[in-house]
């Protein structure tokens, strides 16, 4: 089982000739409305990814708040029609989440809304988590409160289970942090802003991935866009997958496709090894780029398969 805890958003993507100056008013071409937030898109990678497996229990859960109006509840429905339980989200006395995404050619601008997704608790954290086992994973970003996310990754590693942490949007964190996180994925900006490096080419890469190492992570994933990840399994297996390359129609959901399929496949799906599960999800990404939107925009198993010709898409 996945339990992902992370924010729930109504996503407005608006589609533009180019972004409007200071002060300036332009009409955008086209408009799209429906489910995002980092959190959700990665559930529903998961799921959607998952539906290969699915022996009739949902292969991921979602952790998260949103408001008790029409909005939340059109939500909450999204993600259920997507395969992500729903059981732990509730809806409370304030606001959905929102972002605000303009879109212009492979340029995209992201303002976010944080509205009930700043009500999550420890309460329930623990609620979610209390029959989690050592074969479970918790994937979490940082769009909900950090000293929440903080509790939720100390919780899981105290139940043996495997953490994961894609530091979006990136912020100063504490060392307690990086000693909860098995799987840590950030990408060049959130590297940056993590550790100081710019990971512009393999030297700083690899600098980049010993500091997350230093911190205490065991696997490091650097999500790099068109030039593909960098990977190091705690000094062990360092290499580079580049992303295959495609026509980037909607860079937003790439990264949060990308993560959500690392932590279906790596390590729940046996046949896979962390390289191969790394390649696995650069590859789903790909797809994502190719396609408008955030969920509706992320793979099933069988698209990423039949582009790749590979059961297991190497």
Same mark, same amino acid.
């Given at each position: 089982?996945?339990?992902?805890?992370?924010?729930?958003?109504?996503?407005?993507?608006?589609?533009?000739?180019?972004?409007?100056?200071?002060?300036?008013?332009?009409?955008?071409?086209?408009?799209?409305?429906?489910?995002?937030?980092?959190?959700?898109?990665?559930?529903?990678?998961?799921?959607?990814?998952?539906?290969?497996?699915?022996?009739?229990?949902?292969?991921?859960?979602?952790?998260?708040?949103?408001? *008790?109006?029409?909005?939340? /509840?059109?939500?909450?429905?999204? %993600?259920?029609?997507?395969? +992500?339980? @729903?059981?732990? !989200? #509730?809806?409370?006395?304030?606001?959905?989440?929102?972002?605000?995404?303009?879109?212009?050619?492979?340029?995209?601008?992201?303002?976010?809304?944080?509205?009930?997704?700043?009500?999550?608790?420890?309460?329930?954290?623990?609620? *979610?988590?209390?029959?989690? /086992?050592?074969?479970?994973?918790? %994937?979490?970003?940082?769009? +909900?409160? @950090?000293?929440? !996310? #903080?509790?939720?990754?100390?919780?899981?590693?105290?139940?043996?289970?495997?953490?994961?942490?894609?530091?979006?949007?990136?912020?100063?964190?504490?060392?307690?942090?990086?000693?909860?996180?098995?799987?840590?994925?950030?990408?060049?900006?959130?590297?940056?802003?993590?550790?100081?490096?710019?990971?512009?080419?393999?030297?700083?890469?690899?600098?980049?991935?010993?500091?997350?190492?230093?911190?205490?992570?065991?696997?490091?994933?650097?999500?790099?866009?068109?030039?593909?990840?960098?990977?190091?399994?705690?000094?062990?297996?360092?290499?580079?997958?580049?992303?295959?390359?495609?026509?980037?129609?909607?860079?937003?959901?790439?990264?949060?496709?990308?993560?959500?399929?690392?932590?279906?496949?790596?390590?729940?799906?046996?046949?896979?090894?962390?390289?191969?599960?790394?390649?696995?999800?650069?590859?789903?990404?790909?797809?994502?780029?190719?396609?408008?939107?955030?969920?509706?925009?992320?793979?099933?198993?069988?698209?990423?398969?039949?582009?790749?010709?590979?059961?297991?898409?190497?």
């Amino acid at each position: 089982m996945i339990y992902v805890l992370g924010s729930i958003n109504q996503d407005i993507s608006l589609e533009m000739e180019r972004l409007p100056k200071k002060g300036e008013t332009l009409i955008a071409d086209g408009c799209r409305m429906g489910l995002g937030g980092k959190g959700a898109n990665q559930a529903v990678a998961i799921a959607r990814l998952a539906r290969k497996y699915d022996d009739g229990r949902k292969a991921v859960h979602m952790i998260g708040k949103v408001g *008790a109006d029409a909005v939340g /509840t059109e939500l909450i429905n999204k %993600l259920n029609e997507y395969g +992500v339980g @729903t059981d732990y !989200v #509730g809806q409370v006395n304030r606001a959905t989440g929102t972002a605000v995404i303009t879109v212009s050619g492979k340029d995209n601008r992201i303002m976010v809304y944080g509205g009930a997704n700043l009500g999550i608790t420890k309460s329930d954290v623990d609620e *979610a988590l209390q029959n989690a /086992t050592s074969s479970d994973t918790l %994937l979490c970003q940082l769009e +909900v409160p @950090t000293y929440i !996310v #903080g509790y939720a990754l100390r919780q899981a590693r105290s139940y043996g289970m495997t953490t994961i942490l894609n530091p979006a949007p990136a912020k100063e964190l504490p060392d307690d942090f990086y000693y909860n996180v098995d799987i840590i994925a950030p990408n060049e900006t959130e590297t940056q802003i993590l550790t100081g490096i710019n990971p512009k080419d393999w030297d700083s890469q690899y600098a980049a991935m010993q500091e997350f190492h230093r911190r205490g992570v065991r696997y490091v994933v650097l999500t790099l866009g068109s030039n593909g990840c960098a990977i190091s399994d705690n000094g062990k297996l360092i290499a580079h997958l580049p992303a295959r390359k495609v026509t980037a129609v909607d860079t937003t959901g790439a990264g949060d496709t990308f993560v959500g399929a690392l932590a279906l496949t790596y390590p729940h799906v046996g046949m896979y090894s962390f390289q191969e599960a790394c390649l696995f999800a650069t590859r789903a990404s790909s797809l994502t780029v190719s396609r408008r939107g955030a969920a509706e925009s992320i793979p099933t198993f069988d698209e990423v398969c039949e582009l790749y010709s590979n059961k297991i898409g190497r």
